[in-house]
């Protein structure tokens, strides 16, 4: 399979470099059958086989290249409660009542995850010592007011508390932040070791799983579905797409939806006083619409997400690219080696909300735009659930499906890039 995050650096990042080990599994090959076929490897994918195996159903997983080496692996493993369209926002568009339902909804994410991490002993450096937003933009601070109170008094989720820009300063070196947003309640983790502890714990459920073996094609029968790989087929009476910015043209319903956005991370050297950047440990992102996003690692690295590209083409030296965003927000780190850089595909709605639903025998859950190291979870243990009957909070998803982006496959790209570009003018006009 041809991944499209292929040429992305994966091998190179600093989470290949520190991932547990994980025997491979085979291709598949001839018929096979089973209660459920999942397609991808990812949280989404493995939170879906995880529940179902555990409800008693015989799963097989599909993954067309390496488990963990789509955006799951390989992403910021910022942990950020609630959904990435914020409370004001949602209430706006819903009506206080949907938007609270939702917005409780989506806080079992982080329960979801702290569970499994527990369950099955998932060695992946879980740190839960808050998520802290940094207003960069003249009005950031006036949102942020509006943001807390809406979350404290309208959504009942007391964990949020502004700092003004002098504390803010104290909690983040960086002579960017106006003030700042602390969510309490967020954190981060080791996004591929979170990934290969759940496929561990498929396996020890019995879940099949099969690398290298790319879904093809999908056919709906009387019985259920029929999954087709290069090597063999697989007869399930339901399946899951879990394959988000990856998963191309097996659903053109699905893919309608989202749009892959390319973003780039590097990782210093160890540095000596890493604290001194980032008081407490906490994750940090900060309120551009690309945003710049970072942490320290388990090993005394700053992590560091960013910056504005265009193209689908990885710039051919991304470390280099990301380097003047981190000297933006780190002016002191200028000149630090540089000694992984890699890029994913992050999938993005027009409503910022994910797709989650149900066609049938086919279910389907992606497009966190940007929010899904704990939301993918929770959509996989919510389509489990749904096989089990219990489909109500699924649906409380599927009623706010993203629209489509508009003008077809051809039309899409170009214009949402001329969306992102506006935005981003609007982030340098501060
Ligand atoms: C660079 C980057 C940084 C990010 N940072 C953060 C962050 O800090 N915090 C946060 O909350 N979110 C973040 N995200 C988003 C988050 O990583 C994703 O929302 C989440 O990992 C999606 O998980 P998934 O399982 O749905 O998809 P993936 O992890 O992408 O898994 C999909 C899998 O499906 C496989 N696949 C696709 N099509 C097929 C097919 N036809 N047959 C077989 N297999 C197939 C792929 O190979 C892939 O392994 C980031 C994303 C990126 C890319």
């Not at 600093?14 to 991932?19: D, G, N, R, V």
């Not at 879906?48 to 955006?71: D, N, P, T």
């Not at 690309?290 to 997400?305: C, H, K, S």
């Not at 919510?382 to 508009?406: I, K, N, Q, T, W």
Request: proline share 5%.
């Amino acid at each position: 399979m041809t991944a499209l995050n292929e040429g992305l650096g994966m091998a190179g990042s600093w989470y290949a470099a520190t991932a547990h080990p994980w025997d491979r599994t085979p291709v598949l090959s001839g018929e096979e059958a089973a209660d459920l076929v999942v397609v991808g490897g990812g949280c989404t994918g493995l939170a879906a086989a995880l529940f179902a195996a555990k409800a008693g159903r015989s799963v097989i997983l599909l993954e067309g290249g390496r488990i963990g080496w789509g955006a799951s692996g390989r992403n910021g493993g910022q942990i950020i409660p609630g959904l990435r369209k914020g409370a004001v926002e949602l209430v706006d568009m819903l009506g206080r009542e949907r938007a609270k339902a939702l917005f409780e909804l989506s806080l079992d994410a982080r329960k979801v995850v702290t569970g499994l991490i527990a369950e099955y002993g998932v060695d992946c450096d879980l740190t839960l010592t808050g998520h802290l937003l940094g207003a960069v933009k003249r009005d950031d601070m006036a949102d942020f007011e509006a943001e807390a109170e809406c979350l404290d008094h309208v959504m009942g989720y007391p964990h949020v508390r502004l700092l003004d820009a002098a504390d803010a300063r104290a909690a983040v070196a960086t002579p960017e932040f106006r003030g700042a947003l602390i969510d309490e309640m967020g954190g981060h983790l080791h996004p591929l070791n979170y990934t290969l502890g759940l496929a561990r714990a498929c396996r020890s459920l019995g879940v099949r799983i099969f690398e290298g073996s790319e879904a093809l094609a999908l056919d709906k029968t009387p019985a259920g579905v029929t999954v087709l790989t290069t090597g063999g087929r697989v007869r399930a009476a339901h399946a899951v797409l879990a394959g988000d910015a990856l998963l191309r043209g097996l659903s053109a319903q699905v893919n309608r939806r989202i749009m892959p956005v390319a973003n780039y991370q590097v990782v210093t050297e160890p540095l000596k006083d890493p604290e001194m950047l980032i008081a407490q440990n906490r994750a940090v992102s900060d309120s551009r619409f690309v945003v710049d996003y970072f942490r320290l690692t388990a090993d005394g690295r700053l992590l560091f997400g960013g910056g504005e590209r265009y193209t689908p083409d990885p710039p051919r030296d991304m470390a280099g690219f990301v380097r003047p965003y981190l000297e933006r927000a780190f002016p002191q780190l200028a000149g630090v080696p540089l000694t992984h850089a890699w890029g994913g595909l992050v999938s993005v709605t027009l409503s910022r909300l994910p797709h989650i639903g149900r066609d049938g025998a086919v279910l389907y859950a992606h497009g966190y735009s940007g929010q899904g190291v704990i939301l993918s979870s929770l959509a996989g243990k919510l389509m489990a659930s749904a096989l089990e009957g219990d489909a109500a909070p699924l649906e409380r998803f599927a009623d706010v499906a993203p629209p489509p982006f508009p003008g077809g496959r051809a039309l899409s790209r170009p214009l949402y890039m001329l969306g992102m570009a506006w935005y981003a003018m609007r982030d340098r006009l501060g």
